[in-house]
């Protein structure tokens, strides 16, 4: 008989509590994924560093706070048995006011 845990000792109602998040959270980039796959194929190789870089660097960290929040409120929504935290991600733009370089 097979165990009951699966991948990384999940059960399977774990597994499938994976794939409902990694949906949610797909579906909360999707769109910032596509973008910057835009934007890096309209740079050359000698433009992906410098700005290009800190450019692909912010939006990655956006979309991992819109994955955090969806996640989030995902849980809420569905009143799962995880402890959904009641802080807020961080809404950072980073901008030349910061010191750091900002993005067009």
């Known amino acids: ?3 009951a ?3 990384d000792g999940m059960t399977p109602d774990e597994l499938a509590e994976v794939q409902h998040i990694h949906d949610v959270m797909l579906k909360a980039v999707e769109k910032d994924i596509w973008q910057l796959a835009q934007f890096m194929v309209t ?3 000698d433009q992906l560093f410098g700005e290009t870089e800190f ?3 912010e939006k990655a960290l956006r ?3 819109q994955a955090l ?3 989030v409120n995902d849980r809420k929504k569905r009143a799962t048995k995880a402890a959904a935290s009641s802080v807020p991600i961080a809404d950072r733009t980073l901008d030349s006011s910061a010191g750091v ?3 067009s």
């Open 63 to 65: 979309m991992g706070a």
């Open 55 to 57: 450019t692909v660097r």
């Open 69 to 71: 929040q969806a996640t």
């Open 101 to 103: 370089r900002g993005t």
């Open 43 to 45: 740079r050359r190789d």
């Open 5 to 7: 845990h699966l991948v």
């Open 1 to 3: 008989m097979e165990d």
